[in-house]
Every structure is written in C-alpha cells, then in structure tokens.
C-alpha cells in the first residue's frame, strides 16, 4: 500500500508541474531558451534511457519468463509499438493548432494573443482540453513505473515534470488574456495536469484486479514505448527548437549519465 501511495503522489507531482509553466508565464518577459534547450534534452535522455535499458528489459523478463523466450520477445515488442501507436493516434485526432506538442515561447505567446484576442478562450480551452488527453496515458506510464521500479521513480517523475512546464505555459497565457483572469488561467492549467493523476488511478483500478506478470509486461513495454514516442516526437525536436542542436544532445547525453549513476547507486 506504501509503494501505491508514493506512486500516485509522484505521478500527482509530475501533473501538478502544468502550475509551475503557468506561473513562468506570467512573471517571466522572455525565455531562457539555452536552459530550457538543456532542460528538455535532459528529460528526453532520463525517459529514453529508463524506457529502452530499464523498463523495456524488464518488460522482456516477466513477459518471456511467463511465455517462453521467443514468444515473450514478440510480445514485448509489440506491447513496446502499441504503446507509441495509442500516443501516436492521441496527437493525431487533435488539432495542430490545440496539439500540447506544438510549444511556443512565452513572448510568442504573448504576441499571438495580442493580436487574435477573439478566438483566446476558445483556443485555451481546446489547448486545456487536449492536454488533459494527453496526459491520461502519461499518468498510466508514470503511476506503473513509480509502482514497479521505486528506485527509478524520482527521476522519470522529474523528467515528466520538466515536459509538463511548457504545456502549462500554453494554457494559461490564451486564457489569461481573454479573461483577465490570473486566477482563471492557472486553474484551467492545474486542472489540465491532475489528468496525469486521474489516468494513474483509472489505471490502478482497471489493471490491478487483473495484474499478474503478463499484465504487468505488457503494460510495462507499452509505458515504455509512450514514453520514447514522447521523448523523440515532442522532447527532442522542442530542444532543437529552443536552442543550439549541441546543447539539446549535451542534456540528452546529461539524463542519460545520470539516470545510469543513479540506477548504479540504488543497486
């Protein structure tokens, strides 16, 4: 019971981060784009480091151990591509327009808003909304790793979060200039978030009266092939984007050492 309850407060945390870009958003005049270039590298080399070492290898072991070695490698494999196919079809039915994905700067934001004041909080809403989406199986995948691998909790949950600032940015800026409303904007933006934590418990209920370790590896390989979609369709192109290509791969390289130390010390 421990374990579920440190998983869903991690997962609660890594939703709550939407709050956090909401708040970058309206005390911050221009951005950091080095740092968050950095920052988003770093999360995409924790999650595809965790996803393709750790959790795709333990995949493996339970589903091959239950089913034999050849037949529990197919499984993994397309549990691993079912997963990245579920996020794939989520970006693909929303707009590009509301598409959490599609990141902006905050002075970007700013300059669209003042010029399409009309359409804001039609366009906020749609953003919340689509986030809200896509997070739900974000939740999943951060609840069944913190769940299965404590160890490695900590980090993927940070590296989730680090993602979640930009959407959280997104939301609130359209919705702040269409009501004037600081207070409306970082609700729409929270509330976009505790999806996250509301696709953990969706999970919890439905899986666990069913789990065992066939269930298990193949939720495990299809969190993992979530999170590498997430990683190379959404993490690496916005470093590219925000910075210099050298510093996106120098946070990638970044998460990936350290995600590797910190699983050598929990050993």
């Given at each position: 019971?421990?374990?579920?309850?440190l998983?869903?407060?991690?997962?609660?945390?890594?939703?709550?981060?939407?709050g956090?870009?909401?708040?970058?958003?309206?005390?911050?005049?221009?951005?950091?784009t080095?740092?968050?270039?950095?920052?988003?590298?770093?999360?995409?080399?924790?999650?595809i480091?965790?996803?393709m070492i750790?959790?795709?290898?333990?995949?493996?072991?339970?589903?091959?151990?239950?089913?034999?070695?050849?037949?529990?490698?197919?499984?993994?494999?397309?549990?691993?591509?079912?997963?990245?196919?579920?996020?794939?079809?989520i970006d693909?039915?929303i707009?590009s327009?509301e598409?959490?994905h599609?990141?902006?700067?905050v002075?970007?934001?700013?300059?669209n808003?003042?010029?399409?004041?009309?359409?804001l909080?039609?366009t906020?809403?749609?953003?919340?909304?689509a986030?809200?989406?896509?997070?739900f199986?974000e939740?999943?995948?951060?609840?069944?790793?913190?769940?299965?691998?404590p160890?490695?909790a900590?980090?993927v949950?940070?590296?989730?979060?680090?993602?979640?600032?930009?959407?959280?940015i997104?939301?609130?800026?359209?919705?702040?200039?269409?009501t004037?409303s600081?207070?409306?904007?970082?609700?729409?933006?929270?509330?976009?978030?505790?999806?996250?934590?509301?696709?953990?418990?969706?999970?919890?209920?439905?899986?666990?009266?069913?789990?065992?370790?066939?269930?298990?590896g193949?939720?495990f390989a299809?969190?993992?092939?979530?999170?590498?979609f997430?990683?190379?369709?959404?993490?690496?192109?916005?470093a590219?984007?925000?910075?210099?290509?050298?510093?996106?791969?120098?946070?990638?390289?970044?998460?990936?050492?350290?995600?590797?130390?910190s699983?050598?010390?929990f050993m």
């Amino acid at each position: 019971m421990s374990s579920i309850l440190l998983a869903f407060l991690l997962t609660l945390i890594a939703g709550l981060s939407t709050g956090i870009g909401s708040a970058i958003a309206f005390f911050a005049k221009k951005t950091n784009t080095k740092f968050l270039s950095i920052s988003l590298g770093f999360s995409a080399g924790v999650m595809i480091y965790v996803s393709m070492i750790e959790i795709f290898s333990e995949a493996r072991n339970l589903l091959t151990a239950e089913l034999g070695t050849k037949t529990g490698y197919l499984l993994t494999v397309i549990s691993f591509f079912l997963g990245m196919l579920i996020i794939a079809l989520i970006d693909k039915l929303i707009p590009s327009a509301e598409n959490p994905h599609e990141v902006y700067k905050v002075e970007e934001i700013e300059d669209n808003c003042i010029r399409k004041n009309a359409k804001l909080l039609r366009t906020g809403l749609f953003i919340a909304f689509a986030i809200t989406i896509h997070n739900f199986p974000e939740g999943i995948a951060a609840f069944i790793s913190s769940l299965q691998h404590p160890k490695l909790a900590i980090p993927v949950i940070i590296a989730i979060s680090i993602h979640n600032i930009p959407e959280g940015i997104a939301v609130s800026f359209p919705i702040y200039y269409a009501t004037g409303s600081r207070r409306k904007a970082f609700l729409f933006s929270l509330l976009s978030g505790l999806s996250e934590p509301l696709g953990a418990l969706v999970g919890y209920l439905v899986l666990m009266p069913f789990i065992n370790d066939v269930v298990f590896g193949i939720v495990f390989a299809a969190v993992a092939g979530i999170m590498v979609f997430i990683s190379l369709d959404e993490l690496l192109p916005s470093a590219e984007e925000y910075g210099e290509h050298h510093l996106c791969i120098y946070g990638l390289v970044s998460g990936m050492i350290i995600m590797s130390i910190s699983i050598l010390l929990f050993m």
